[in-house]
Structure formats: structure tokens, C-alpha cells
């Protein structure tokens, strides 16, 4: 089974629009974290937001919000008030428990409309 | 730097020939990852370095890859006999804290 899914290969969202990109884990380790990355063109990874399993409160960052959903196992990420520059490659990410190696999505490109 | 630095940023080789990608992380990370992305895929775990640690390297698809650790710092990752299912962005990552992961720009490897 995939350890992370990401069913959006592509998305669109008009300027100023808030957009939603989908994720869903799968681990039955009871302590995880979860990540999300932006990839642009350059192909660096930029880290985003993260959320703890046990953390109580939804992650935020600036416009980043992350819809933390611990019994559906989905953790969506919320752009707020999108920018051209918000146009790249996001993907989903997890860590189980103490173990280093991160689950990566196969990623959702987003484009910004003008 | 201040951030981490891979080279070459793009390279075209032919199959069979060896290659070098290098990674230098950012200065005090102690942990350092490799990891690969091919076209339409996510991310791919190849080797784990921590600290003085042997490295895992339990996901390298082959044994025609290998990394190296030099001094705890610049990492080496080599393909030998190159082919052309090895094309594919090489990202290398590194961390002090346990999720502080800050990834390289990557290595667009293609094998013709």
C-alpha cells in the first residue's frame, strides 16, 4: 500500500483564490509527522509546514494552513490567497515514528491563473 | 553556504559510463540524505548518512550505486555503468533536527 497518495496530478486556482491539495497516509505507527514541500521549476525543495500526530491544533504557516484529519488519515494543505509564484510541484510527505526516511506523494502540480 | 549545494546541476552521460554527483550540505547538519525522483514520480529513499554512523543504504536500487561521507560533510554519490533507467533528478538533503530537512536544487542526470 501507498504510504502517501496525493490524487491531484494537476491543479488550477485563479489568482488571490484559496486552493486545497489533497493528501492521505497511510501508517499505523501512532507517531508520525507530516510534511509538505514545494518544488518550482528550480527543483529545490522548499519545506513548507508540518504537523505533528499529536499535535491538537491545525499547522499553520503565513498562508499555509494544513486540514489535519487524524481519523480519515488525510492532511490537506490550504493555500490562502494564491500567487503566481505559488505555481510548482507540491508534495505530500511522512515520517513514522523515530525512523529518518520520508514517504514522498507523487506530487500535485499547481498553476496559478492570472 | 547556506543552503545545500549540489553539482553538477545537470549532466548528460552515456550508457555505461560512470558518474559523480556531489553534495555539500549545509555546515553542522549531521545527517545527510540522498534521495532520487524520476519523471511523474514522488521521491525515491536511496542512502541515509548520520553523524559517524554507517550510513543506511538499504534503499540504492543496485550495486552499481554507492555513496560516500567524506569527514562528515561533502557526500559523493556514484552510478557505475550508468543506464538509462538511472535518468532522474538526484536530490540531496540534509538536517540537524529530526524534521529540519533542507533539500539541494538537485542533479538532472540523463543517460543517452
Known amino acids: 500500500a501507498q504510504k502517501i497518495t496525493q490524487t491531484q496530478p494537476g491543479m488550477f486556482v485563479q489568482e488571490k483564490e484559496a486552493v486545497t491539495l489533497d493528501c492521505t497516509y497511510d501508517?499505523?505507527?501512532?507517531?508520525?509527522?507530516l510534511f509538505w514541500y514545494k518544488q518550482p521549476s528550480s527543483g529545490e525543495m522548499i519545506f513548507l509546514i508540518y504537523q505533528g500526530s499529536y499535535d491538537q491544533q491545525n499547522a499553520t504557516e503565513g498562508r499555509y494552513s494544513l486540514n489535519f484529519q487524524k481519523a480519515r488519515k488525510s492532511a490537506n494543505l490550504v493555500i490562502s490567497a494564491s500567487h503566481l509564484g505559488d505555481s510548482a510541484m507540491y508534495f505530500c510527505?511522512?515520517?513514522?515514528?523515530?525512523?529518518?526516511?520520508?514517504?514522498f506523494g507523487t506530487g500535485t502540480s499547481l498553476t496559478v491563473i492570472p | 553556504g547556506a543552503g545545500v549545494s549540489q553539482s553538477p546541476s545537470n549532466k548528460v552521460t552515456e550508457k555505461g559510463k560512470d558518474v559523480e554527483l556531489r553534495c555539500d550540505p549545509i555546515s553542522g547538519h549531521t545527517a545527510l540524505y540522498w534521495y532520487r525522483q524520476s519523471l511523474g514520480q514522488g521521491l525515491e529513499f536511496l542512502i541515509y548518512f548520520q553523524g559517524n554512523s554507517a550510513p543506511d543504504k538499504s534503499g540504492l536500487p543496485s550495486d552499481r550505486f554507492s555513496a560516500e561521507r567524506t569527514g562528515g560533510s561533502v557526500s559523493t554519490l556514484t552510478i557505475q555503468r550508468t543506464q538509462q533507467e538511472d535518468s532522474a533528478v538526484y536530490l540531496c538533503?540534509?538536517?540537524?533536527?529530526?524534521?529540519?530537512?533542507?533539500f539541494g536544487s538537485g542533479t538532472r542526470l540523463t543517460v543517452v
Open positions: 538533503a540534509s538536517s540537524l533536527v529530526r524534521w529540519g530537512y533542507t
Open positions: 510527505a511522512m515520517r513514522e515514528g523515530m525512523l529518518y526516511q520520508f514517504y
Open positions: 501508517t499505523s505507527d501512532p507517531s508520525y509527522g
